[in-house]
């Protein structure tokens, strides 16, 4: 079976009685692990107003884990493009291209990234919905083309960099987007995971090719926590958990510590939100994590996986990671016999 390729998303989670320094301290170890496990990606998330988050100056972390990374491709899972100019954006990521050549991505979304008071402290005001959000991309490629010299206003640096640009999405709009404009696109399934199949069917079947891609090229997102057993595993996982029923409860705050029994954290209707929310989490150890990936990416055909793992105890996030990409490697030396019961699974 051939290697299919696998990276992070990281949103520099800050665990509770932690710092944002300590928690920028720990996303160059897991990038610089990461360097080492193979991984080929390393992204990094744009949220507001969370204090559980140390990513919001995107293109500053990006900076800060390419200068400590030597082979992994480093970007962004996603700008929040409404939030910025796309001159301003193309300057910055066309300055991280001149540092670190052939090394960064630059994904987009069109959702704010935060509450709407905060978003207004973004955009000074709330007249860009989103609506704009193709017309900021195609001015966002435009700045970054090769006939970027053409153009009255230029990003400098950037105009020729064409650092490659994705779409981010969470709904069918983003895979609708991705393949009119013949982009790669990353489905947000680790938090959105209800229209992961109709958006790959329609980014699949819509896709346009262009000069950035000749055929469709889909990445899908999961929450991957991995310990040496299961138990431990959902032990772990138990601060996610907690963390989405948080977000329900509208008390969000820095990541808290694993707890010995959920079920005493939420109630019935809280279970019930958290669980959907993170329907697309391989949760286990190294058999369970290997079984639940390689079932993932037969139901999906993925070109690309990329892992989410917000785990308090920093070494146990490194191990985490660890086994995940060892799970990886593992799955591509199997025989191609061995996938015909995952293949006949339906989503």
């Given at each position: 079976?051939?290697?299919?390729?696998?990276?992070?998303?990281?949103?520099?989670?800050?665990?509770?009685?932690?710092?944002?320094?300590?928690?920028?301290?720990?996303?160059l170890?897991?990038?610089?692990?990461?360097?080492?496990?193979?991984?080929?990606?390393?992204?990094?998330?744009e949220?507001?107003?969370?204090?559980?988050?140390?990513?919001?100056?995107?293109?500053?972390?990006?900076?800060?884990?390419?200068?400590?990374?030597?082979?992994?491709?480093?970007?962004s899972?996603?700008?929040?493009?409404?939030?910025?100019?796309?001159?301003?954006?193309?300057?910055?990521?066309?300055?991280?291209a001149?540092?670190?050549?052939?090394?960064?991505?630059?994904?987009?979304?069109?959702?704010?990234?935060?509450?709407?008071?905060?978003?207004?402290a973004?955009?000074?005001?709330?007249?860009?919905?989103?609506?704009?959000?193709?017309?900021?991309?195609?001015?966002?490629?435009?700045?970054?083309?090769?006939?970027?010299?053409?153009?009255?206003?230029?990003?400098?640096?950037?105009?020729?960099?064409?650092?490659?640009?994705?779409?981010?999405?969470?709904?069918?709009?983003?895979?609708?987007?991705?393949?009119?404009?013949?982009?790669?696109?990353?489905?947000?399934?680790?938090?959105?995971?209800?229209?992961?199949?109709?958006?790959?069917?329609?980014?699949r079947?819509?896709?346009?090719?262009?000069?950035?891609?000749?055929?469709?090229?889909?990445?899908?997102?999961?929450?991957?926590?991995a310990?040496?057993?299961?138990?431990?595993?959902?032990?772990?996982?138990?601060?996610?958990?907690?963390?989405?029923?948080?977000?329900?409860?509208?008390?969000?705050?820095?990541?808290?510590?694993?707890?010995?029994?959920?079920?005493?954290?939420?109630?019935?209707?809280?279970?019930?939100?958290?669980?959907?929310?993170?329907?697309?989490?391989?949760?286990?150890?190294?058999?369970?994590?290997?079984?639940?990936?390689?079932?993932?990416?037969?139901?999906?055909?993925?070109?690309?996986?990329?892992?989410?793992?917000?785990?308090?105890?920093?070494?146990?996030?490194?191990?985490?990671?660890?086994?995940?990409?060892?799970a990886?490697?593992?799955i591509?030396?199997?025989?191609?016999?061995?996938?015909?019961?995952?293949?006949?699974?339906?989503?």
């Amino acid at each position: 079976m051939t290697m299919t390729p696998y990276s992070i998303l990281d949103l520099s989670p800050i665990p509770e009685g932690s710092t944002p320094g300590q928690a920028l301290a720990n996303s160059l170890s897991l990038a610089q692990h990461a360097d080492n496990f193979g991984y080929k990606r390393y992204w990094l998330a744009e949220h507001h107003n969370m204090t559980g988050n140390a990513s919001s100056a995107t293109a500053v972390v990006i900076g800060h884990v390419a200068a400590g990374t030597k082979r992994i491709r480093v970007g962004s899972g996603g700008v929040m493009l409404p939030n910025h100019a796309p001159l301003v954006i193309a300057e910055q990521f066309g300055t991280l291209a001149c540092l670190y050549p052939d090394r960064i991505d630059l994904g987009v979304g069109r959702a704010p990234g935060t509450d709407p008071l905060t978003a207004r402290a973004l955009r000074r005001d709330l007249q860009d919905t989103g609506e704009g959000f193709p017309q900021d991309v195609l001015e966002l490629q435009g700045y970054l083309s090769r006939q970027a010299d053409q153009h009255p206003v230029k990003a400098v640096p950037g105009m020729g960099t064409e650092v490659p640009i994705w779409i981010l999405g969470s709904s069918l709009y983003g895979a609708q987007l991705a393949a009119h404009l013949g982009l790669p696109y990353a489905f947000a399934s680790h938090f959105a995971p209800s229209d992961l199949f109709d958006a790959l069917a329609v980014y699949r079947q819509t896709f346009r090719p262009s000069a950035h891609l000749v055929s469709p090229y889909a990445m899908v997102l999961v929450n991957v926590i991995a310990a040496a057993t299961d138990a431990e595993a959902r032990y772990l996982f138990t601060s996610v958990q907690q963390h989405f029923v948080r977000m329900r409860r509208n008390t969000r705050g820095q990541l808290p510590p694993p707890i010995a029994n959920i079920d005493e954290f939420w109630n019935e209707s809280e279970r019930y939100f958290a669980s959907q929310m993170l329907t697309c989490s391989v949760v286990g150890g190294p058999d369970t994590v290997k079984a639940g990936l390689h079932q993932l990416l037969m139901k999906t055909q993925a070109d690309e996986l990329m892992f989410a793992g917000q785990i308090f105890d920093h070494q146990a996030r490194l191990e985490s990671f660890e086994i995940a990409a060892k799970a990886m490697m593992s799955i591509a030396d199997m025989p191609a016999s061995s996938r015909t019961e995952a293949a006949a699974i339906q989503p």
